[in-house]
């Protein structure tokens, strides 16, 4: 798959949002997922889903996400970046926000949606390069790896 360079300002760092993590090895912040992804060379896998009432999410999640493969997998691999739409749960208006600017900077028109990419800042800009985007795939979390592994050679 050809790169896409897409570059977007760094509005995303100016967002004064906290460190958060979901308790599952999924960050939150965007901009401390930036950080870490520059930081180790690894891109970022954004998850962008409706976690309490999108029923493909909640599948993928019991089938792929929670398993240690998966978990093994993405700790050498990637930077985890849940960027969650719920109903039921509350978010704060930082959090709303940023995800608002993420779904509409990503074309994020179903759930869920998984854009694996590289991020550099320079000039004070962040550069965003798209390597894939994924939703669900049946059979657990093997084939779902392989098929994220092929993006992941454009790396």
Request: hydrophobic share 35%; charged share 20%; net charge positive.
């Amino acid at each position: 798959m050809k790169n896409i360079l897409l570059i977007c300002t760094l509005f995303f760092s100016s967002l004064n949002l906290y460190s958060q993590d979901n308790n599952n090895g999924w960050l939150i912040n965007f901009e401390e997922a930036a950080k870490l992804s520059i930081k180790s060379g690894k891109p970022i896998l954004a998850n962008f889903t409706g976690s309490d009432w999108c029923g493909w999410c909640i599948r993928l999640n019991r089938e792929v996400f929670v398993t240690p493969e998966f978990k093994d997998w993405a700790s050498e691999n990637v930077i985890l970046l849940e960027l969650d739409y719920p109903r039921r749960q509350q978010q704060t208006d930082e959090i709303k926000k940023q995800n608002r600017e993420l779904q509409q900077f990503f074309q994020v028109r179903g759930y869920p949606t998984l854009h694996i990419f590289n991020v550099v800042i320079t000039d004070g800009k962040t550069q965003i390069t798209s390597l894939g985007k994924m939703g669900y795939l049946a059979g657990g979390p093997t084939p779902w790896i392989a098929s994220a592994n092929n993006y992941l050679k454009n790396k």
